[in-house]
Structure formats: structure tokens, C-alpha cells
Nanobody, 113 residues
Framework: QVQLVESGGGLVQPGGSLRLSCAAS????????LGWYRQAPGKQREFVAH???????VYADSVKGRFTISRDNAKNTVYLQMNSLKPEDTAVYYC???????WGQGTQVTVSS
């Protein structure tokens, strides 16, 4: 059974930083492509970033240069380092495994002064 557990969300001021984590189990992590998506109130879920099994990242234009996705295969964990946060980054952030198409439960990120 695939489990994806996100953590690290919270309230941060504009310009601040957060690091999200997604701990995975039930998958062969080393061959998985994993991604982060987000959903703001009243909006559709949107792609943020993904990272391939070889460590190659892809980013949405809206977060390029501010967010960094990384993975630790020894810990079965994927990270999303978010810098220079803006109020429009406020959303629930979800982790996704591209092979199983499973999602985590999400973690809330709120950027507000």
C-alpha cells in the first residue's frame, strides 16, 4: 500500500521560507518520479515541480528560481524548499507518486503578514 505523508507546512510572512517533506512508503523509491502540486481555495490543483529517479527537476514557471525540489533515496523522502514566498503561494501542497498515481493528504502553506 502506497503512503505519502507530507509535513512542513505552516504560516510564514511574505519573503520567508519553508521546507516541505514527503515521506514515501510502499513504493520502490529509487525508481519513482515524485512531484509536488498545490491547490488554492476555489482553484484547480496545479503542478509545482517534479523530480525524476535520476534527480532531474522540472518546475512550473511560477516557482522557477524560488523553489527547489530534491530527494533523499536513503530516507525515501522528497523535499520542496520554498524561498521568497508570496501570498499567491498560499495553498494546500500535495505530494504525488507518478507511477502509482497516489497522492498524499496535503499540508497547508499560508503566506501572510
Amino acid at each position: 500500500q502506497v503512503q505519502l505523508v507530507e509535513s512542513g507546512g505552516g504560516l510564514v510572512q511574505p519573503g520567508g521560507s519553508l521546507r516541505l517533506s514527503c515521506a514515501a512508503s510502499g513504493i520502490i523509491f529509487s525508481i519513482a518520479t515524485l512531484g509536488w502540486y498545490r491547490q488554492a481555495p476555489g482553484k484547480q490543483r496545479e503542478f509545482v515541480a517534479h523530480i525524476s529517479s535520476s534527480g532531474n527537476p522540472v518546475y512550473a514557471d511560477s516557482v522557477k528560481g524560488r523553489f527547489t525540489i530534491s530527494r533523499d533515496n536513503a530516507k525515501n523522502t522528497v523535499y520542496l524548499q520554498m524561498n521568497s514566498l508570496k501570498p499567491e503561494d498560499t495553498a494546500v501542497y500535495y505530494c504525488k507518486d507518478f507511477i502509482s498515481a497516489d497522492w498524499g493528504q496535503g499540508t497547508q502553506v499560508t503566506v501572510s503578514s
